[in-house]
């Protein structure tokens, strides 16, 4: 069954493992956006991974969505974090991944809301191998994490001549898929 992702949003009420594929920041944003509001208004712990260093940027853009955040962070259910550069680690990325999501996750108590991913852009055969890689272990994990978790994709940044082995290893390793073109239509839908 297809539907309008805000609509789709506002249903999620259980444990999915989402891809959003965007064209446009501020069109994913205001999904992005919704989806943590959502959380946030039924108490979740709501976290919001970012590459970008300007976490303040991040907020505003939220207070603009009419997302109270300061309020939101007197109740410690709104957190935003930058994504250290997975790549450098001494150990792998994997390894990498997993010290950030246990530092992510440390004190904080289920169910979760969290958007974000580990890997900015995949302009590279590295990145491509190491984003299935990481998007495979998660999502084979999912079934021990209590929440909703949507990781997001700008199609413009990310390497296209992978004869779609890039995007078939993101579509398997998610339950469901949303879509939102740069005007801001789109399309959302369960994969199983």
């Known amino acids: 069954m297809y539907s309008k992702p805000p609509s789709f949003i506002d249903e999620l009420n259980c444990n999915r493992h989402i891809v959003l ?29 970012t590459h970008d260093n300007d976490i303040a940027l991040i907020e505003n853009d939220m207070r603009t969505y009419g997302i109270d ?52 852009i995949v302009e590279t055969k590295e990145h491509v191998e190491s984003n299935i890689t990481m998007e495979r272990i998660f999502h084979s994990e999912f079934h021990q994490f209590n929440g909703i978790v949507m990781c997001h994709y700008n199609v413009n940044k990310n390497l296209s001549n992978t004869q779609g082995k890039w995007i078939e290893g993101i579509l ?16 959302a839908f369960d994969m199983n």
């Open 69 to 120: 955040v300061y309020n939101y962070y007197k109740k410690g259910l709104l957190h935003i974090h930058n994504v250290p550069n997975l790549f450098s680690h001494p150990r792998g990325i994997i390894e990498a991944a997993h010290e950030f999501i246990k530092t992510m996750f440390c004190g904080l108590k289920p169910p979760f809301r969290v958007v974000g991913n580990s890997i900015d």
């Open 21 to 49: 594929f965007y064209e446009d920041v501020k069109e994913a944003q205001k999904i992005q956006f919704r989806f943590i509001r959502n959380g946030l208004l039924k108490g979740e712990n709501c976290i919001y991974i």
């Open 172 to 187: 398997k390793n998610h339950h469901s898929a949303i879509c939102v073109t740069a005007s801001g239509q789109g399309i």
